[in-house]
Each structure stands twice: as structure tokens, then as C-alpha cells.
């Protein structure tokens, strides 16, 4: 089963960000490296933060935007989905969608979610 990986940053089709929600950001290489940032001042410090954890070279920053809550979910197959949000709930049904995408759901489980 060939691997999705997918970044959803708008919960149902519209954004809901949190009173007060700093920047939060999603950084992949496409094999197996990753990083993220949440709760930062401005977009330019959570991607930077995001690249770096994500310590890899190839590293790309694919979501950026204010919210208070990242979820990295994987499944069987090498299914994948990074979600953001204003609850970690939130962030993680996100990530669970994409991951679904490529793996049966119940392979589907949340790896890191992580609020700032």
C-alpha cells in the first residue's frame, strides 16, 4: 500500500482558531523525519522551530498557521496525516482523516499531539 501523507489545517471545510492561539507548524521530509512547533509568536519562529525538530536536511515545512493544538497520526502501510486544531481532539480527528486515506481506520492512532 503506497503511503499518504496529508497536513489538514482548516477542521471541517472553515478554521477555528482559539482565544489566544499562537503558531503552530508541521515539518516533514517525506521519509520518516518530522517536526512541529505550537504556541509560538509569529509564523517565521514556529517554522523555523519545525524545521529544525524535524532534524533532517530535506526537511519542508508543510503547515503553518495559528492554532493552538498538532497531531501526528500513522497507520498500517505507511499511512500518515498531520492535523492542526484548537484541541488536541481537534488536531488529531484532523490528522486521522488523511491518515484513513491510506490505512484501515482502526490502524489509525495518534503518535504525538501537543498543544501551546
Known amino acids: ?14 478554521s477555528v482558531m482559539a482565544q489566544g492561539a499562537g503558531w503552530a507548524a508541521l515539518a516533514d521530509n517525506g521519509h520518516g523525519n518530522w517536526g512541529y512547533a505550537v504556541g509560538k509568536a ?6 523555523e522551530v519545525a524545521r529544525r525538530g524535524c532534524q533532517a536536511a530535506d526537511c ?11 497531531a501526528y497520526v ?6 500518515k496525516g498531520y492535523g492542526m486544531g484548537a484541541s488536541p481532539d481537534a488536531a488529531a480527528a484532523n490528522a486521522r482523516s488523511f491518515c484513513v486515506l491510506g490505512a484501515p481506520a482502526d490502524s489509525c492512532h495518534v503518535v504525538k ?3 501551546g
Do not use: P, R, W, Y
Open 42 to 47: 509569529s509564523s517565521a519562529e514556529a517554522s
Open 74 to 79: 500513522v497507520g498500517n502501510g505507511g499511512a
Open 113 to 115: 499531539a501537543a498543544c
Open 60 to 70: 519542508k515545512v508543510t503547515a503553518v498557521k495559528q492554532a493552538s493544538c498538532i
Open 1 to 14: 500500500m503506497a503511503a499518504v501523507v496529508a497536513v489538514s489545517v482548516l477542521g471541517s471545510g472553515h
